[in-house]
């Protein structure tokens, strides 16, 4: 029996996601929709309003069984800038309307990296053979294969 699960990438436009049934075998994973929510223009609280019910609609109307979010990282020495403080914005709004209509978890880019195979996450992202080994289905933009990265990593724990 196959698992529904969505991958979420946010940043201060928006949100990718990436919608993939997950075989019970060890066959590649299926990619049904890979696109991305945008972050409306004009009052962002109104603007997360509208991505929150979005996020939570879609994934209840299209039974999602897990989510996952690519989970903050340090962006390194000096004062938060104002897009990434948005981006974490965006990353708070996406994760609870996907707690609220399905179970979630945040992987870090690097603990998959440690973690998965003998390669950094970038190594595979920028390998069209692994992702014609991995994926199936519809068409994966090359800009997603990161979220799908923690699909295929989740799978296999």
Known sequence: MTKRWLGLSASKEGVTYVDVEVPHDDGPIVVLADDTWKVQKGDRAAAYNVLHQQCA?????????????????????????????ESAEVRG?????????SSVSQLKKGVVSRTYGERK??????????????????????GSREVT????????D
């Not at 609609?57 to 999602?64: A, K, L, P, V």
């Not at 996406?94 to 707690?99: D, E, N, T």
């Not at 990265?149 to 296999?156: E, F, K, V």
């Open 93 to 101: 709004v996406v994760i609870a309307a996907a707690a609220s209509a």
């Open 57 to 85: 609609d879609y994934i209840r109307e299209n039974g999602i069984e897990a989510v996952y979010v690519k989970a903050s990282a340090v962006a390194g020495k000096g004062a938060a800038k104002l897009g990434m403080l």
């Open 149 to 156: 990265m923690l699909l295929i990593a989740a799978r296999n």
């Open 121 to 142: 996450v970038d190594e595979y992202v920028a390998d069209d053979s692994f992702w014609d080994e991995h994926t199936t289905g519809g068409k994966l933009r090359k």
